[in-house]
């Protein structure tokens, strides 16, 4: 009795784990993909390749790839594709589900300097967009600690350090076993000066006459970001040195960044902040990464000089100023990509996360090479954030993080047929799906 | 001996009461420059005043024994200068007026800041519409502004109510006189429009809002004309029409003022402002250079705002104007010549400039992009008193017209030319001295030299 009670337990745990959405623990599937049109974006396009996945980690790629001997899962992916997995730059996926709705939302902490926050605690894991962002083939994100752009009424920015930047995976039964990386980067809306006034009586921005206001807000924002990491840094020095410092999280937050094994992750979109941000880096010699590049102007040049990698925003947007030319915002990528800079992109929301290879094929028709594009989307991306040792390509030794397709990854009709994380199978059902079944079976 | 002399005394007095207290003098100008407007320029003209009228002007006329002689050589006599739309002479602390229908109207006249109003439902509520306000019952003579814009040679204004999107019915007036009353020469000069709404939360807040709620509102006061008609005619078997003050003032409309300064927003008045049956005349018009064709086949004068645009003051110094901002500021000053050129009759206003004299500088600077200077003083004259319909009395330097003139010394659009003196009704005023800051302006009273 008590046998067939352990027994019965035993069955309902191996049920759960078979039932298990993603899990993407370390040490998951083994498989072999074979008949597939290979994209390993490290290098050429393999017409009729296998792919050999080994707890997790992809064993082997190529023409003639053996089957173990073992008792292994073969998948004969004939007519499909296999491309790494998109890695979304720049999200609150997971953070915050409903705008609306105080108690969904993780994001956006009240405070000028908040660098000790860690997204990656806040991941809720059951959040509805997860599935949706990765039934579209993007297996990992960049989590914001908050959306950059808020503004008090004099224009300053509402928020400077707006905390870390995780890495996550998107699959996984708690964050703990969703997380990449738990600090990849720094948040930081860099201070713009805000001429721009917003009149409720006819609902529209205007531009001018604030200006004098705006810089000053400016200046003072600046001296006060100055003055935090030159506090911070002196807390280090203290630290270093062997003095009783009395902790500070928000200092200690700051060592990896001061150190230089955390990029400083700057959201400055026009030629001005750009200068200014990539100054204020040099002066305070930390790594930079800019983040919701959209009008760099002449400081394109600056960035390129200086090989700052860019986090690029949305594409498929209208201008920002009346007389910019209709495609500005479609030949940013190219003009980043001629001019030699590393970018990827983020989608800077939840909602729309899913929409980031479209973001980055948004580009091709004006310009983009279809490589960087995909490119962008996954080595690039991995480059950016410290991470291609594991990610970004399908090659020998990395994770196994993959995408099988029938077609163009960058593709609107492309289906995305499977999808692996960590060698793990994940779960293509989302809300969509769910209700498109739903509904198609209503009597 | 005792009583005659008392007599006498008594009909002096009663004959001083009767033509007020400082009857404009009988007086000659002579040997000065004369811009008639109407007809030639006289070099060596002669203007005789009396009686607050134009008695006679020529070259070589006769001067009655016993008249004032001014001696004009070296002075260019002008018909006094009128600003086509203003706020001059109205106290900017007018009480608000209450947005409430009549009847909801506080007894005590409502000169009381009006307690909170209940919401607007929609047009049947009126709001924004004071078409009872009249400028000509809100001018006050003491006015700071009166002064200031006299000393620059305007003689003349025609003034308006502001708030609201029917603030009311604007007066053309002298700017010189005892009282309100005085001043007041036409009280009916039209209905200001304005389509700018106060925002969210309050009808109409949006400008198709307030289109459909003009339409409304005309559409309304013809019923509401009927109504009052057949109860006229039969109170026992029609109905009586509840009093409507708002309808009451737009029925004594007789032209309207509608804003335009875009092009855009010049078509759409056009069309707009055909719609009422009523004569109307555009503001604004600054974009008006590139619809002059549709403004000669409407027959509709123009306002014109001679506040050209600038580089904000303030603007962020890296900020790349738009190609439509740069080539406003560009065009907009050639806009009175491409109006003069197609025979687009149009009249200029002070509205938005710091000072009176502005608008004979920004002129100047039409005059620079080839605006005739007969065409600049007759903006400032003639072509306004037509547009108001008081071309019989004012604009030009006419037998029977107003005393009004403006005398300076030097061509009127020249840098160093300076206002002489000025003529209102006949009466003679000099101008105040310059105040040392704009915003002071006006402060120290002109000594009056009336005799």
Redesign the interface.
């Given at each position: 009795m008590n046998r067939a009670l352990i027994a019965s337990l035993a069955f309902i745990v191996v049920l759960a784990a078979t039932a298990a959405p993603a899990s993407a623990e370390e040490g998951g599937g083994s498989f072999l993909l074979k008949n597939v049109t290979l994209h390993p974006v490290s290098g050429p396009k393999l017409d009729n390749a296998s792919v050999l996945v080994v707890d997790g980690r992809i064993a082997e790629v190529g023409m003639k790839v053996a089957a173990p001997k073992t008792k292994l899962r073969v998948i004969d992916g004939k007519g499909l594709h296999v491309w790494p997995g998109m890695i979304n730059s720049g999200t609150t996926v997971g953070l915050s589900e409903i705008g609306s709705i105080r108690e969904t939302n993780d994001t956006g902490e009240l405070g000028i300097f908040d660098p000790q926050l860690r997204p990656i605690v806040a991941l809720n894991p059951e959040s509805e967009y997860i599935p949706v962002v990765r039934a579209n083939g993007i297996t990992m994100a960049a989590l914001l600690p908050a959306m950059p752009g808020g503004r008090r009424s004099d224009g300053a920015n509402t928020q400077l350090i707006g905390g870390q930047i995780s890495i996550a995976h998107l699959a996984g039964w708690t964050w703990e076993e969703m997380e990449v990386r738990r600090a990849g980067g720094m948040h930081l809306s860099y201070p713009a000066i805000s001429a721009v006034s917003f009149d409720p009586a006819t609902f529209s921005t205007r531009r001018g006459s604030a200006y004098p206001k705006a810089k000053q807000q400016h200046d003072l924002q600046v001296q006060e970001l100055s003055g935090f990491f030159d506090d911070a840094r002196a807390y280090w020095t203290a630290k270093k040195a062997g003095v009783a410092v009395k902790a500070d999280l928000k200092f200690e937050a700051m060592i990896p960044v001061l150190d230089g094994k955390v990029p400083l992750v700057a959201f400055a979109s026009h030629e001005r902040e750009i200068k200014e941000a990539i100054e204020f880096a040099e002066r305070q010699n930390v790594k930079l990464v800019l983040a919701n590049v959209i009008k760099p102007r002449s400081a394109l040049e600056l960035i390129a000089k200086k090989k700052i990698p860019v986090i690029l925003g949305r594409t498929q947007v209208g201008t920002d100023e009346e007389d910019d030319p209709y495609d500005e915002p479609y030949t940013l990528p190219a003009r980043l990509n001629e001019a030699g800079v590393k970018f990827c992109f983020g989608t800077f929301d939840e909602q729309f996360a899913r929409n980031l290879p479209y973001q980055a094929s948004q580009g091709v028709p004006f310009g983009l090479p279809y490589d960087a594009a995909l490119r962008s989307v996954t080595l690039s991306a991995a480059e950016i954030w410290g991470i291609d040792k594991d990610y970004g390509s399908i090659e020998a030794g990395k994770v196994a993080d993959l995408v099988v397709t029938d077609g163009d990854l960058l593709e609107v009709k492309t289906d995305v047929k499977m999808l692996f994380i960590r060698g793990s199978e994940a779960d293509l059902e989302t809300k969509h799906t769910r209700l498109y079944k739903k509904y198609m079976a209503r009597p | 001996m005792n009583k005659r002399l008392f007599a006498f005394t008594a009909l002096f007095l009663a004959a001083a009461g009767l033509l007020t207290a400082a009857s404009p003098p009988h007086l000659a100008i002579r040997g000065a420059r004369v811009f008639t407007v109407s007809g030639a320029v006289l070099e060596h003209g002669t203007v005789l005043l009396k009686d607050g009228l134009i008695e006679a002007v020529g070259e070589g006329i006769a001067i009655p024994a016993g008249v004032t002689v001014i001696d004009g050589t070296g002075l260019n006599v002008y018909p006094g200068l009128i600003d086509a739309l203003s706020a001059w002479g109205i106290p900017e602390t007018v009480p608000a007026a209450p947005a409430a229908p009549a009847a909801a109207a506080t007894p005590g006249q409502g000169q009381q800041q009006p307690p909170p109003q209940p919401r607007v439902r929609g047009p049947e509520d009126r709001p924004n519409a004071f078409t009872w306000v009249k400028a000509a019952d809100l001018v006050k003579p003491s006015e700071k502004q009166i002064e200031t814009a006299r000393s620059a040679g305007f003689t003349t204004a025609v003034t308006f109510p502001k708030q609201g999107i029917l603030a009311g019915h604007g007066a053309v007036i002298n700017l010189g006189g005892e009282t309100g009353g005085e001043m007041v020469l036409d009280p009916a000069a039209g209905l200001y429009t304005s389509v700018?709404?106060?925002?969210?939360g309050t009808f109409p807040g949006s400008l198709m809002g307030v289109m459909a709620y003009l339409r409304q509102l005309w559409i309304d006061a013809a019923y509401y004309k009927l109504a009052r008609e057949a109860y006229a005619r039969d109170p026992v078997t029609n109905p009586r029409p509840a009093y409507d003050r708002a309808l009451e003032g737009l029925l004594d409309t007789h032209r309207l003022l509608l804003p335009a300064t875009s092009r855009v927003q010049i078509e759409r008045m056009l069309r707009f402002g055909a719609e009422f049956k009523t004569p109307f005349v555009l503001y604004g018009g600054q974009s008006a250079y590139e619809t002059v064709s549709e403004l000669k086949r409407a027959g509709v004068p123009v306002i014109l705002n001679v506040k050209w645009p600038l580089k904000?003051?303030?603007?962020?110094?890296?900020?790349?104007p738009?190609?439509?901002t740069l080539q406003l500021r560009d065009k907009a000053p050639t806009t009175p010549v491409a109006l003069a050129a197609a025979g687009v009759p149009f009249a200029v206003c002070s509205e938005g400039l710091d000072a009176p004299k502005d608008v004979i500088k920004a002129l100047k600077k039409s005059i620079d992009l080839g605006l005739k200077p007969a065409d600049a003083i007759r903006a400032l004259t003639l072509s306004a008193a037509e547009i108001y319909g008081l071309s019989g009395r004012l604009g030009s330097i006419e037998k029977g017209k107003l005393a009004n003139l403006t005398i300076t010394k030097g061509d009127l659009f020249d840098d160093k030319t300076t206002v002489s003196m000025i003529f209102v009704d006949g009466k003679k005023y000099v101008p105040a001295p310059e105040a040392p800051t704009p915003p002071r302006q006006g402060g120290a009273k002109s000594p009056e030299v009336g005799q």
């Open positions: - | 700018t709404t106060r925002g969210f904000e003051k303030d603007s962020d110094p890296e900020e790349i738009s190609m439509k």
